[in-house]
C-alpha cells in the first residue's frame, strides 16, 4: 500500500490535488469522510482545479471542472450538469489507516482511457 495524504492534511469542506509520480489526483473531506478521484474531467480528460486545491463550486457542495463547468457529486462523482452529465469522475479505491489514505500499487497506474 501506498500512503498519498493525511487525512488531517484536507481541511473539512475543501479539496486537494495530489500528484504522485506525475499521476493528478485529488481528494476531498465532507463530513469527515474522505473522497479520492484522480483528477480528469470526464468530457475531456482535462485537470478540474480552477486555482491550485480548488475543485469545488463556491458553496462547497459539488466538484467542479474549471473548463466548462460540469459539477459532479462529492460523493460518488456522478456528473449532474454539464456537457459530460451522467458520467463519473473515475474514484481511486482507499482505506484509511490511522488517519492516512492508503491505495494498492496496482491501483496507482493511470486512470482507464475515456469512454
Ligand atoms: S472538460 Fe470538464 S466540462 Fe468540459
Not at 466548462?68 to 456537457?83: N, T
Request: charged share 25%.
Amino acid at each position: 500500500m501506498i500512503s498519498i495524504i493525511s487525512s488531517d492534511e484536507i481541511e473539512e469542506g475543501t479539496s486537494k490535488g495530489i500528484e504522485l509520480n506525475n499521476l493528478y489526483m485529488f481528494a476531498v473531506k465532507k463530513d469527515a469522510e474522505v473522497f479520492l478521484y484522480w483528477n480528469r474531467c470526464p468530457h475531456l480528460g482535462t485537470p478540474l482545479e480552477w486555482e491550485e486545491d480548488r475543485f469545488l463550486d463556491p458553496d462547497g457542495a459539488l466538484i467542479i471542472c474549471s473548463t466548462h463547468g460540469a459539477l459532479f457529486e462529492i460523493e460518488g462523482g456522478r456528473c449532474l450538469a454539464g456537457p459530460c452529465k451522467g458520467k463519473h469522475l473515475q474514484a481511486i479505491p482507499f482505506i484509511l489507516d490511522n488517519g492516512m489514505v492508503l491505495v494498492e500499487e496496482s491501483a496507482l497506474r493511470a486512470p482507464t482511457p475515456l469512454q
